[in-house]
């Protein structure tokens, strides 16, 4: 009987071995059988870990440097209100507000750009050339996001279409919660007033009035209330 359980002690000791064994053979021969797969995999990999390395080193940072360094003359004229020299620049030496946005939208500052093109081409009077500044500007900033939807509704009220400038004011309003947000509420409802949608601005007055009595707009909506209640009871 102990011959037994020691042969059986001895085989249970070997299994794992032989197994660990039988693991080894199948990896070596998985390796061989797709060495070329493997080297060529990692070697694309490699590649594109490489390109990306150096295309964030000698590209990526280059160009956002030389972004920065750009917006300088353009932004001083716009502080002088020269909008139309911000805008469009002096030739190469010195370029404008719609040359960098062309030429550098992937950088955080050719992205600002547009917002700054946007803001002369409105002063200028180019309103459907502003909504297009206007629409490329993307920004994690919700204030600043939302300034740029309001300013696309002032465009779209120098055009004449109500309906679509409502839209981007009250958009602009809910974007964020901020101290703008009344400003944009009393835009939407001076222009719902325009398009005789009474109720509507009404709603709007009132959320002014009950959400924002801090605002200088609270100040004086009362008189916008009684108003426009007179004109939904006509």
Do not use: W
């Not at 071995?17 to 990896?27: N, S």
């Amino acid at each position: 009987m102990s011959g037994k359980k020691q042969n059986n002690k001895d085989k249970e000791q070997k299994e794992p071995v032989v197994e660990i064994v039988e693991g080894i053979h199948k990896i070596e021969n998985f390796f061989k059988e797709y060495k070329n797969i493997l080297i060529y995999t990692i070697g694309g990999l490699v590649l594109i870990i490489g390109g990306y390395v150096g295309y964030i080193e000698f590209v990526s940072k280059p160009l956002k440097k030389e972004a920065v360094d750009q917006m300088i003359i353009p932004q001083n004229y716009f502080e002088k209100d020269s909008f139309r020299l911000a805008l469009e620049g002096q030739g190469m030496l010195a370029p404008g507000f719609a040359t960098i946005a062309e030429d550098y939208g992937s950088t955080p500052s050719g992205n600002l750009a547009n917002f700054y093109a946007g803001i002369c081409c409105l002063k200028l009077g180019e309103y459907e050339r502003a909504i297009n500044y206007f629409g490329k500007f993307k920004s994690d900033d919700e204030i600043f996001a939302s300034r740029a939807l309001a300013n696309i509704g002032n465009c779209y009220v120098e055009l004449g279409d109500l309906e679509k400038a409502v839209k981007y004011f009250e958009q602009a309003a809910y974007k964020k919660d901020n101290l703008a947000s009344p400003s944009y509420l009393m835009k939407a409802s001076t222009v719902y007033e325009k398009l005789e949608q009474y109720s509507k601005a009404l709603v709007l007055y009132e959320e002014i009035k009950y959400k924002y009595p801090e605002s200088n707009e609270a100040l004086i909506i009362d008189k916008y209330i009684e108003r426009v209640k007179i004109l939904a009871s006509k």
